[in-house]
């Protein structure tokens, strides 16, 4: 057999080996429209460490996924902001960490809550939604 022969038999089944584990593992990488979310978190909270990190994890699974994220405890001006964003959603906000995504307020975090943003992050790739900062305008 050739060496050329051999090149493209190695390169077909390692694209193929590299599709189904993506398949199998869950870590294909969507692309479509923006989505952004808004995260309200406080500096020292253990719940908005934990969705830092499910974040970090979303952002490079979805690269269309843009994170604006506030600190809210320590600066006044990012309170104010989650404040205003709350009544632009005409929710409470009672603690953090608080997230808008389309026309969604979630509060607090737990696996089912990442499957929650999750589920909401892919509804809009699929679908399109609104970026919660155009409610503030």
């Known amino acids: 057999m ?7 038999i190695l390169a077909v089944v390692l694209v193929g080996a590299i599709l189904l584990y993506n398949q199998f593992t869950g870590t ?10 808004y995260e309200f978190w406080g500096n020292g ?11 970090e994890d979303m952002k490079e699974k979805y690269p269309s996924l843009t994170v604006k994220d506030y600190e ?12 205003e964003m709350a009544r632009a959603y005409n929710v409470n906000v009672e603690g953090v960490p608080a997230v808008f ?16 943003i999750e589920q909401e992050i892919q ?9 919660p900062g155009d409610r503030l305008e």
């Open 2 to 8: 050739k060496k050329g022969m051999i090149f493209i």
């Open 28 to 37: 294909t990488t969507y692309e479509g429209s923006e989505v952004v979310l």
């Open 45 to 55: 909270c253990p719940h908005c460490a934990r969705l830092n990190v499910f974040l």
């Open 72 to 83: 809210v405890w320590y600066n006044k001006v990012n309170n104010d902001k989650m404040l």
């Open 101 to 116: 995504i389309n026309d969604k307020f979630i509060s607090g975090f737990s696996t089912s809550i990442g499957e929650e």
């Open 123 to 131: 509804k809009c790739l699929a679908e399109g939604c609104v970026n």
